[in-house]
């Protein structure tokens, strides 16, 4: 076999098998439901992001407060980027999670976007 040849086997295999890692299939999405017995209350106070993906901020925390319709969140990062320039760069943005139906349901208003959140679930006991 030709060196090109083996080089486009290859090349086939691997993008074959990078495609691999989805499945697809028919039918509808799943019926999810945010978790039934959430309380917010319980997620009042400062929170430390341990890993965050697709960021170029560090530092990452976010601050709940709980208001008349749910929950104001304080989001503060660092812009990794101006370590290096010695800049002061700490950022906040304020947004809102107003309660929209069942506990764990939420309307999301951001100053760049609005979104739904729905909690899932936790995989601890909040506020202990």
């Known amino acids: 076999m030709s060196r090109c040849v083996i080089t486009s086997l290859v090349l086939a295999l691997a993008a074959t098998s990078a495609v ?12 999810v439901q945010p978790m039934i017995d959430f309380d917010a209350d319980r997620v009042v106070g400062l929170w430390y992001v341990h890993r965050a993906f697709s960021t170029s901020s560090s530092c990452l925390t976010f601050n709940f407060t709980r208001t008349a319709d749910g929950l104001k ?27 929209n139906g069942p506990p764990g349901a ?10 739904r959140h729905w909690v899932l679930g936790t995989t601890t006991k909040l506020g202990d």
Request: glycine share 12%; aromatic share 10%.
């Open 20 to 31: 691999s890692a989805h499945k697809y299939g028919f039918g509808k999405c799943a019926n």
């Open 106 to 115: 939420y309307e999301g208003r951001f100053s760049t976007s609005e979104s």
């Open 73 to 99: 969140v304080t989001e503060s990062k660092e812009l990794r980027g101006l370590d290096a320039v010695g800049l002061e760069h700490k950022y906040s943005s304020v947004g809102t999670l107003t309660d």
